[in-house]
């Protein structure tokens, strides 16, 4: 059995427009999505500085240069989903204008990752492809990682991690993602309300945004002894905490971020994982306050790191700790 290790491990769904376009109008977000691009320097800039390993879940389609390059790229089996909303490839006809390319397309931050100290480039699948729809099939689903694994083979990225897109964890594809490379993926919490993400009741909506603020579900961190990966799977991670957008009421704001560090602290203690997650984009309404967030977050681990031992492991190099059972890093 492997050492258990305190362990503080990010993962990020770079996703721009891709991640919203079925939920919110582009003219409403192109501030937003400008703020984004903007921050992501940023986030490399202080990473780099306090040597903090990040998975980065990138979306396929925005490694392309532009349309042509992204309809070139694109897999022949597309997904089916019977709600048609849900397909990626509708975009072009809907915003094909030279100048929204920004908000699809940013080959030029992704090189920036790929090329980062201590930054993992991983998957979050090529078109943002939904696991859970009806309509779509495995068989789709394996033609889009290898168009995400095609257009990454230009940076040299393995592509060995996944994020399933809107946290739809599907187990019967998980072979599938071994035999195309991926040895991680990032699986959801244990608790009832992270059960279903495709229906997506009100209820459950409640309970998870709730439980960024106050205790509703069980201890978010987890000993790295805990996880097997099963013959002909990869290792699946859970996510302990998403870290929530900053808002407009300060008291809330504070309140999600002393349950951060309260849980990031108790999983150093115990010899635990922590796995904190976000979109690039939650950062896209305030950026300054949601970068200040993030230094006290980072500044707390630094002292965890100091006090317990806490280690900065990408899920990749969480993977490979649990194989071979010794640090890499």
Not at 10 to 33: A, R, T
Not at 225 to 243: D, N, Q, T, V
Request: net charge negative; with cysteine.
């Amino acid at each position: 059995m492997i050492q258990n290790i305190p362990v503080f491990n990010i993962s990020l769904d770079f996703e721009l427009y891709w991640g919203v376009f079925d939920k919110v109008p582009l003219e409403e977000k192109q501030q937003y999505f400008s703020n984004t691009r903007n921050v992501i320097p940023q986030l490399l800039e202080l990473f780099a500085q306090e040597e903090v390993h990040v998975t980065w879940a990138t979306v396929g389609m925005l490694f392309a240069q532009d349309w042509e390059e992204w309809q070139e790229l694109a897999p022949l089996e597309k997904p089916t989903y019977i709600n048609r909303r849900l397909s990626a490839y509708s975009q072009k006809a809907l915003h094909g204008q030279q100048e929204l390319q920004p908000f699809f397309f940013a080959p030029e931050l992704v090189k920036q990752v790929a090329e980062a100290p201590h930054q993992e480039l991983a998957t979050h699948t090529f078109c943002h492809y939904y696991c859970k729809e009806e309509g779509q099939t495995i068989v789709q689903f394996r033609s889009d990682l290898q168009a995400a694994k095609q257009i990454a083979a230009r940076l040299n990225a393995p592509m060995r991690s996944l994020v399933f897109p809107r946290n739809q964890y599907n187990e019967e594809y998980l072979k599938v993602c071994l035999e195309e490379g991926i040895t991680s993926v990032r699986s959801n919490p244990k608790d009832w309300f992270w059960k279903d993400t495709v229906q997506d009741k009100l209820l459950n909506k409640i309970f998870r945004t709730g439980d960024g603020y106050f205790s509703l579900g069980q201890r978010t961190s987890f000993p790295l002894s805990s996880l097997s990966r099963e013959k002909g799977m990869p290792l699946s991670i859970p996510a302990s905490r998403f870290l929530r957008p900053v808002g407009n009421k300060p008291f809330l704001n504070e309140l999600r971020l002393k349950r951060i560090l309260k849980e990031m602290t108790e999983a150093a203690k115990r010899k635990e994982c922590y796995h904190l997650w976000w979109h690039p984009h939650n950062f896209g309404d305030f950026p300054e306050q949601s970068m200040a967030d993030l230094k006290v977050i980072i500044n707390h681990y630094k002292k965890l790191q100091e006090q317990y031992g806490m280690v900065s492991m990408t899920m990749q190099e969480i993977q490979e700790y649990v194989e071979v059972g010794e640090l890499a890093l």
